[in-house]
């Protein structure tokens, strides 16, 4: 592979090889990836993935780190980390953002200037890219909302421009994420309200994940879906009728059932699922992939032998 590397080098002076992961993830977990490249321009990602097509390198695209569980072997490949961040308010309250502007920076943007959009997403870690890939959501509001258009490359390298329709946004979920095409850019459209009631609203989100969820320790945020209503087997509906929220469907939070199987707490290693917020997994400190992944396996199969529920995971393992 050190001839792999020469090339790629000669490529990319700025490439990295044996990287550890976990100093790339919000969870703090991972081996190494075998090559590791930073781009900041769409040409350099373009001409990266190209390269590493040719080499018969697999390759992985990275963004802020966060939903992401990256095995203690790491990943034989090529990881690109990215970091394009341009971020531009344009006319009529439209806001064009890169895939790598971290989703805290858009948000505080669209409260610079009063505007609508974004409010709800107060607190979320992350980037752009990542948001709109897993059609990511709290308190009601989801990206898709004010998604105008997204650029993104396909599977060949060419560049799409798609419609809100055509993003086939769904429940943490895209066109993208399904057919695993790389986010550019995003055209957002927000409009004009009161700066200080949405200021208000984004800190009492963030004061919420502050209080309500364990940002004490490294964590890749939620790890299970919520669980649709019409999933839960009829004869116990009744159990989590006074659970049940719109977001954006009617749901009961995965971590109900996890209380319910009395697995909060439960720790495999140096992992453990949050006494704080119970779809939460924590790094208690010097956790490892597999012991994360092992109280996933636990904690589905509890809970489908509770409930007959089936819970998705949200977030990714790399391997």
């Known amino acids: 592979m050190k001839n792999v590397f020469r090339i790629l080098k000669k490529e990319f002076p700025n490439i990295q090889n044996n990287v550890l992961m976990k100093n790339h993830t919000t969870f703090k977990i991972g081996g190494p990836a075998e090559y590791f490249l930073i781009v900041r321009k769409r040409e350099d990602l373009m001409k990266a993935i190209k390269v590493a097509k040719k080499l018969t390198i697999p390759v992985f695209i990275l963004g802020g780190g966060s939903n992401l569980l990256v095995s203690d072997k790491g990943f034989s490949g090529l990881v690109i980390k990215i970091e394009l961040d341009n971020l531009v308010l344009k006319k009529k309250n439209t806001i064009i953002s890169d895939a790598g502007v971290t989703m805290q920076n858009l948000v505080n943007m669209s409260l610079k200037n009063s505007l609508v959009a974004l409010e709800w997403a107060g607190g979320l870690p992350g980037t752009v890219g990542g948001a709109v890939r897993g059609n990511a959501g709290a308190f009601g509001g989801e990206v898709k909302d004010s998604i105008l258009s997204v650029e993104a490359l396909d599977k060949n390298l060419q560049l799409r ?23 550019v850019s995003v055209v957002i459209k927000c409009k004009k309200g009161d700066k200080k009631t949405l200021q208000e609203i984004a800190n009492s989100h963030i004061k919420y994940r502050k209080e309500k969820h364990p940002l004490e320790y490294p964590n890749a945020g939620s790890v299970f879906k919520n669980v649709d209503f019409k999933k839960i087997p009829l004869r116990l509906q009744n159990l989590f009728l006074d659970k049940v929220k719109k977001d954006p469907f009617l749901i009961v939070p995965s971590a109900w059932f996890i209380i319910g199987a009395g697995l909060t707490g439960k720790k495999i290693g140096k992992a453990q699922i949050s006494k704080k917020h119970s779809n939460y997994i924590v790094n208690l400190g010097g956790a490892k992939a597999k012991d994360v992944a092992q109280l996933i396996t636990f904690a589905k199969e509890k809970i489908k032998e509770k409930y007959g529920v089936s819970l998705e995971q949200e977030i990714q393992y790399l391997q």
């Open 161 to 183: 421009k798609l419609s809100n329709t055509q993003c086939q946004f769904s429940y943490r979920s895209s066109i993208f994420k399904k057919k695993n095409w790389t986010i």
